[in-house]
């Protein structure tokens, strides 16, 4: 079965970081980038970053660039997203997504079920 | 990089046609194919439903059409439905630092 499965919800306190995972299955995982993409209560859908899971290679939105950091891990096929320094502004749902095409398209055709990040003293 | 604007809502009875406008700049939707859109019902992941502008993913219903002109994208919904009573989110490549940004988002209500 195609999927991403990520990891549970989180609650952290202003000043943490927090890691959160994403676990591809059914699927070739080093053919397809892998994005972040995070809403918070009530908003909009903003994009976070993406990781070439061939190269490791990253690129970050310009906004979250110095908090933000996504690595993978290629034998579990696992993605992972952390983020630094955390404000109650962090508080969302955090989804990984599969670029639907091996030469990236930057369309998500296949999204993780999210992952609930409460940020609050 | 600012979000692409989109209409706040947008409603229409059953069996009408919608359209939902994406508005961006040469940076974004004038300078790439890669417009997507995306329906989301309260709760629920995305799901893509357009990619590359005009292009309907496998499974996705033909009543969802996807168009581009200029700086603007459009999202038509025909015969509508009450199940497509959902947001959706325009989104695309942009040649800003930040490299990918999502509209404002567009509530569809089917009165």
């Known amino acids: 079965q195609v999927q991403l499965v990520q990891s549970g919800a989180e609650v952290k306190k202003p000043g943490a970081s927090v890691r959160l995972s994403c676990r591809a299955s059914?699927?070739?995982?080093?053919?397809?980038?892998l994005h972040w993409v995070r809403q918070a209560p009530g908003q909009g859908l903003e994009w976070m970053g993406v990781?070439?899971?061939?190269?490791?290679?990253?690129r970050y939105a310009q906004s979250l660039q110095d908090r933000v950091t996504i690595s993978r891990d290629t034998p579990t096929s696992t993605v992972y997203m952390e983020v630094s320094s955390l404000r109650s502004e962090d508080t969302a749902v955090y989804f990984c997504?599969?670029?639907?095409?091996?030469?990236?398209?930057?369309?998500?055709?296949?999204w993780g079920q999210g992952t609930m990040v409460n940020v609050s003293s | 990089q600012s979000a692409l604007t989109q209409p706040a809502s947008v409603s229409g009875s059953p069996g009408q046609s919608i359209t939902i406008s994406c508005t961006g700049t040469?940076?974004?939707?004038?300078?790439?194919?890669?417009v997507a859109w995306y329906q989301q019902h309260p709760g629920k992941v995305p799901k893509l439903m357009i990619y590359?502008?005009?292009n309907r993913p496998s499974g996705v219903s033909n009543r969802f059409s996807g168009s581009k002109s200029g700086n603007t994208a459009s999202l038509t919904i025909s015969g509508l439905q009450a199940e497509d009573e959902a947001d959706y989110y325009c989104?695309?490549?942009?040649?800003?630092?930040?490299?990918?940004?999502f509209g404002t988002g567009t509530k569809v209500t089917v009165v």
């Open positions: 997504a599969r670029d639907m095409s091996p030469s990236s398209n930057w369309c998500f055709d296949l």
């Open positions: 059914g699927y070739s995982f080093t053919n397809y980038y």
């Open positions: 590359e502008v005009s």
């Open positions: 990781i070439n899971p061939t190269a490791g290679s990253t």
């Open positions: 989104s695309t490549y942009t040649s800003s630092t930040t490299a990918y940004v």
């Open positions: 040469n940076s974004d939707i004038g300078g790439y194919d890669s």
